[in-house]
């Protein structure tokens, strides 16, 4: 049976959807787990030999897969190991070039991803869809409303709603609306959507890298909860601890192949990480590939001692704000960089980060309280005034907030820069010195790109933040304010990007690095500190933090 | 050496925006014959009736070459705007209000020489539509009205506000709705003199001021911050460029665009304000500039194809017999064809970038 969905959808739903075949009881909770004879018995979903090429960059390259039914099964590997893709490919959203799926045996097609979530496989984003301005519920029935001639039944929804939070143990305000519901209830509404829709297989990416420390604990309970109701559970990780912890089976991609499946009683955690990072021998019972492997990456502290009379570059004195969107106010903000000094700033998602940011950069108005730069209060300039004193600003999403994705590559790297004297003469534009210049940036920068005439949204993702963080780091700045710098950048361009820092850093630049990712905060920056709620509610120096006090910080309690 | 085979490089990139003209016109011309043949006429008849109407004699040329000024200027003003992706549709009432203003200004102001009233009287009209296009932009920027909406309905206002004042304190007391002409040294000087048909410096004028608005977008900084702001508002403000700022600047400029315009048709053409002198122009002048993808340097060529259209509709009558609403059609066609055409790269781009 080869009948291509949807168009044989009728017959092929009726003879293998998973909601007709109820699953083999004996598949539930961890007990197939138990013995490593479970596996091979009867693969439920099986990948076979996927491909999938983006122009000249292959992603997946013959990567086979198979899951068991009632099974946690990680996926591990570096950036661009191409996790994502497969975890798209498997619910719908790509196509594959090559290869194909078979549930329990019978090959399907997904064209979209709702052929995969009528077909029982569904994937909670981590960038979440929500309606702002519609109710939890609103945002969970929405597409599949129940009702009929275009009524909605608000209370079988409520009802349905209900009991499926209270049996998986979620305690959601349904009729709250999703603007005020904090990071980890929109998660919840991510996944409750996929179970309202009577998903059984579910596929997260990166579920935790945003959630507090004892978010991600729950989290990882509720991985356990779903299993024992009878869901597969598939998660794309680089935290190697929790996927230890919590999955049955691992699997490990690098540069687009898989190198192999383990049970996670069967590795420790030191090999997981050789493999994952140096993508070597896989072991005896899989396949060999020779890849020649990267040097490890090294992990030092940035050579920097704080001077023992630190000038302040930039003070916050008690900085307020009222108009933040989505987002926690200032509240009494106040913090001073030394010049020269690297700090990092952490916390859930939403507790006022990104509102610093735009203050910092003048884009939102300070309500009260003062900004100092270089002993100059710079609290009512414009961004441009700032940008003229040297600081600079690398938005969390560069391309909608920093750069002109309809526009050429030189164009890109020529904003901001314009009016330089060197780049104009009487207002007009010297093109030729301006393409020189652009061309040297993207060299150093090892953004890949085909000409500098193209428009930059034909790049790479990983390569549009390069070019962001070129255009931040290059010309002198003096203080320069990253948000998430390593976003979708793999790991030697993050080894580069660290080395460019620390290279800087060394020269005199002052950074303040906002991100989620405490690893990444506890790796570069020489204080940290976690806003909560608006507030910077601790500061502490890598040496003398503790998860468990970052973690408890991040939640709100002090001490 | 290496610059002319750069210039030459650099206009061949820029006729990629000229195929974009070619499904209109294919779709313009299928609709033309499609109506022939419905209405029992030869449909080459008609196509030669147009071309005639237009080119045929040189006092027919020089009508349609007077014509090209309003809707090269309107074109330009809708041009302009969108740079900065904002959308002037209140071209008709702003270039109404730059002929009343210019017509007046040159009939009070008539005893000064020529130097100085010429170019004043092009000022007071661009002034009078600029000033008409600040209401909308202000709303926009204060209140997050559209300026789509604001600037049509500015066009009702100003429409009787001019008939209002044409027929009470600025007009020539007669009930025509008319201002009393214009000193004959407010007028510009025809180059070409055809029965009554003039040609002036005025479509000069417009050719100019469009060749240079387009150097100034591509090449110089201050082009460069205006473009940067209309294609990406926040990134632009993050690289420092006062974008709000921009979006004021062009949009003012835009509506002093369309009232040269309206200046310009006082002076060369009328030689006074005449109630609903216009045709119409503001609004073609919108199909002018979406025909070339709102490039100002390749405006002159779909202001020309539009103002013999218009300059044959009275000949199309004559010879063939048909309705001159045939022209509004087939320009209606145009439009729809460039809006369709303006759709199908976001359709080809469906597929995703990974």
Known sequence: MTGRWPRAAGTWHRTISLFDIQGSSSWQARSPMTSTGGISTKPFIALRTISRRFGPVSANRDVSLDLVEGEIHAIVGENGAGKSTLMKILSGELQPDGGEIRLRGHRITFRRPQDAIAAGIGMAHQHFLVFPQLTAMENIIVGKEPGRWGWINRRQADQELLALCRSIGFALPLEVLAARLSFAHLQQIEILRLLYRKVKVLIFDEPTSLLAPPEAERFLDLLHTLQSSGHTILFISHRLREVLAVADRVTILNRGRALGTFMTTEISQERLVQLVIAGADAGSNHHRHTIPSPSPPTFHPPPFTLPSSPTPILELNEVTTRSGYQEANLDRFSLTLARGEIVGLGGVVGNGQRTLALQLIGLQPVERGSIVFSGQEITRLSPGERLAMGIRWLPANPVEEALLPSRALWENLLLGHQRQPFLQRFGWLRRKIIKQRAAEHLDRNNVVHASLDEPLSRLSGGNMQKLALCRVLEGSPSLVILEQPSRGLDLRAQEHLRDRIIELNRGGVTFLIISYDLEELLRLSHRLGILYRGRLIGLTTPAEASHEQLGRWMLGVEA | ?354
């Open chain 2, 1 to 354: 050496m290496m610059s002319v085979a750069r210039t030459v490089y650099s206009l061949a990139r820029g006729l990629r925006t000229v195929p974009a003209l070619i499904l209109p016109i294919a779709a313009g011309g299928a609709a033309c014959v499609m109506l022939a043949v419905l209405s029992g006429v030869q449909p080459l008849a008609v196509i030669v009736a147009i071309w005639d109407g237009a080119w045929g004699s040189t006092g027919s040329a020089v009508t349609t070459v007077t014509k090209v000024t309003p809707l090269l200027l309107t074109g330009l003003a809708v041009a302009a705007a969108y740079q900065a992706r904002l959308l002037n549709i209140g071209c008709e009432g702003q270039l109404t209000l730059g002929a009343l203003s210019a017509a007046a200004f040159a009939v009070t102001a008539g005893s000064l020489p020529w130097p100085l009233l010429l170019p004043l009287t092009l000022l007071v009209g661009a002034a009078a539509g600029g000033i008409w296009a600040l209401p909308a932009i202000w709303l926009r920027q204060k209140r997050g009205v559209h300026e789509v909406i604001s600037t049509l309905l500015l066009n009702y206002l100003a429409l009787y506000l001019a008939d209002y004042l044409v027929l009470g304190p600025l007009g020539d007391g007669t009930v025509m709705g008319r201002t009393p002409p214009i000193s004959p040294e407010a007028a510009l000087t025809p180059l070409l003199q055809v029965g009554t048909q003039r040609l002036t410096a005025a479509p000069l004028i417009a050719l100019g001021l469009s060749l240079a608005f387009q150097l100034w977008l591509g090449r110089t900084a201050w082009g460069f911050e205006a473009t940067a702001a209309g294609h990406n508002r926040l990134g632009a403000q993050t690289a420092g460029i006062a974008a709000a700022s921009w979006q004021r600047r062009i949009f003012v400029l835009s509506g002093a665009l369309a009232g040269l315009a309206g200046a310009l048709e006082v002076l060369a053409v009328h030689h006074r304000f005449y109630r609903a002198f216009s045709p119409g122009y503001g609004f073609d002048g919108i199909t002018a500039a979406f025909l070339v993808k709102a490039t100002p340097g390749w405006l002159w060529l779909s202001s020309l194809l539009l103002a013999s259209l218009r300059a044959a509709d009275k000949w199309l009558q004559l010879m063939v017999g048909i309705s001159p609403s045939i022209i509004l059609v087939i320009q209606a066609i145009l439009l729809l064809a460039v809006a369709c055409q303006w759709r199908l790269p976001a359709l080809r781009r469906r597929k995703e970038i990974p």
